[in-house]
Every structure is written in structure tokens, then in C-alpha cells.
């Protein structure tokens, strides 16, 4: 299996630069705020970070390509992609709410398929930081050398689970409400904490499912081979592996068929 923690320290290395980019404009008065074409919101912060990213990544990392979510297009063309999402939380970032994180994963393009293989999260106003690389597990921490390793949990039962979603209105926009609110009612606890966070509490083991019905690839790379590192499942609602359905369904794994069943279409 090849190894990639020198791209995971690199890694490490472009969410320091992006985390110095955002928080030097969290909760600025003069914070500049556009709307993209698809009517979601963009600040300078989000482009601004991309921008450092990629510019990092063309001087360590010439030969792979990237593609981030600010300027949609892909740059290069080798077998290997880094995913960028600036600000994944741009909602909450710009109303001065901390939950939000920037992404950054890596993905290989080969004979062994298409998938995640290193993937970082890092939410600076939390002051928390997630991550993994494929066969080295999954950590949480302030460092490489100052880390706790995550694992999913063990709950077996929806009757037991706590189930994370985003919101009520994707779900109802895409027929799928029914089967999503059955599922609420199975569970033992409900929370609407949204974007990346629901993916790191199941990667953490402290939430046992959780679903979105509409995602973009630079929403779901790192959290994909970070939730699987944990020991969980991380699908499309179509159940197919990794984040390649435009939605996702993730779980500790004794629960993804059950959760499936509810809102797989």
C-alpha cells in the first residue's frame, strides 16, 4: 500500500496557511460577501484561502492537479487531485458563527479506482482539527505528534443512535422528506448541526449517522476517508463507496444499511 504521510504533513501545512487567511477575517466588520450564480453566499476570506492553497500546492506539488470549489475548474491533469473547499460553512462564517472548517483531501486516479486517500479538516474557531491518510487511521488533535486516534461508534440500534443532518428544506426539495422524518422518529436523538461537523462526530464516535441530500465533490472528499479511516462507512444515498453520488450517508457501519433504507432512493 503506498504511503502518503508525506502528503498528509503537506497537507498539515496548507491548513496553517488557510486557517491564518480566515481567521484574520472572521467576524470582520468590513467582510466582503457576494452570491455566487447557484445563490450561495462567497466571501474574500473563501477565495482568498484558495488562492494560498493552490499557489502552495503548484510549488510543492507540480505534477497533481487541483480543483477547489471557488473557481470550479480543474488545474492539471495528472492522476492526482487535490480537493480544495476554502470555507466549508461560508453561512456560518460570514453571520460570525464558528462552525465551519476548510477542507483538503487527496484523491488518486488509477487502476484501483477513484478515492479519497488523504483527507484533513480544520476548523480554526473551534480550534479543532481532523484527520486522515488511507491505511493510517484516522486522528483528531493540535498536531501530527499530539493526537488522539478516532473510531466510530459501536451502537448497534437506531432505537440507540443520534442522527446529524444539515436541514429539513434539501430533503423536502428532493421528495425525500418522508423517509427522512421516519428516520427521525426511529432515533433516539436528532441534531441539525450541519455542513463538515456531523462527519467528524461520527468519525469521533459521538454521532452514529448522518446524511446530506446534496453535495459537491470538494464538500465530501476529506470527510469520506476520514469517516472510513475511523472504522466507519461513508456512501452516496445510492450506497455506492465515496463521495461520488452528489450526497452522502455516513455511519459507524453496524447502522448504514438501516440508514439507507429510510432515505436511499
Known amino acids: 500500500m503506498p504511503d502518503y504521510l508525506d ?8 491548513a496553517d496557511t488557510a486557517d491564518s487567511a480566515t481567521m ?15 445563490m450561495t453566499p462567497v466571501s474574500e476570506a473563501d477565495k482568498a484561502a484558495e488562492e494560498l492553497v493552490r ?5 510543492a506539488r507540480p505534477r497533481d492537479s487541483v ?24 453561512k456560518n462564517y460570514v453571520r460570525g458563527v464558528p462552525v465551519w472548517a476548510t477542507l483538503i483531501a487527496l484523491m488518486e486516479y488509477g487502476e484501483g479506482g477513484n478515492r479519497p486517500v488523504v483527507g484533513v479538516v480544520s476548523a480554526p474557531a473551534l480550534n479543532r482539527r481532523w484527520w486522515a491518510a488511507e491505511g493510517a487511521g484516522a486522528y483528531t488533535g493540535r498536531s501530527l ?18 442522527f446529524a443532518y444539515s436541514s429539513l428544506s434539501g430533503w423536502e426539495e428532493r421528495g425525500r422528506l418522508g423517509g427522512f422524518l421516519d428516520l427521525t422518529r426511529e432515533c433516539w436523538r436528532t441534531r441539525a448541526y450541519g455542513d463538515f461537523w456531523p462527519y467528524m462526530m461520527v468519525a469521533e464516535g459521538s454521532v452514529d449517522v448522518c446524511a446530506e441530500p446534496e453535495l459537491s465533490l470538494w ?8 469517516v472510513q479511516e475511523a472504522g466507519g462507512v461513508f456512501t452516496g444515498l445510492d450506497g455506492r463507496p ?3 453520488s452528489g450526497d452522502a ?16 432512493g
Request: hydrophobic fraction near 40%; glycine fraction near 10%; proline fraction near 4%.
Open 67 to 90: 480543483l477547489g470549489e471557488e473557481f470550479g475548474v480543474t488545474e492539471g491533469s495528472g492522476p492526482r487531485r487535490w480537493i480544495i473547499d476554502p470555507i466549508d460553512g461560508t
Open 242 to 244: 465515496g463521495p461520488h
Open 7 to 14: 502528503d498528509l504533513r503537506l497537507a498539515h501545512v496548507l
Open 145 to 162: 505528534s499530539s493526537a488522539t486516534r478516532l473510531h466510530v461508534s459501536r451502537v448497534g440500534r437506531l432505537q440507540d443512535a443520534s
Open 219 to 226: 464538500d465530501m472528499a476529506a470527510t469520506a476517508v476520514i
Open 249 to 264: 450517508a455516513a455511519s459507524n457501519g453496524l447502522l448504514h444499511q438501516d440508514l439507507l433504507s429510510y432515505l436511499g
Open 55 to 59: 499557489t502552495a500546492l503548484q510549488r
Open 24 to 38: 484574520e477575517r472572521f467576524r470582520a466588520l468590513d467582510l466582503k460577501v457576494e452570491t455566487k450564480p447557484d
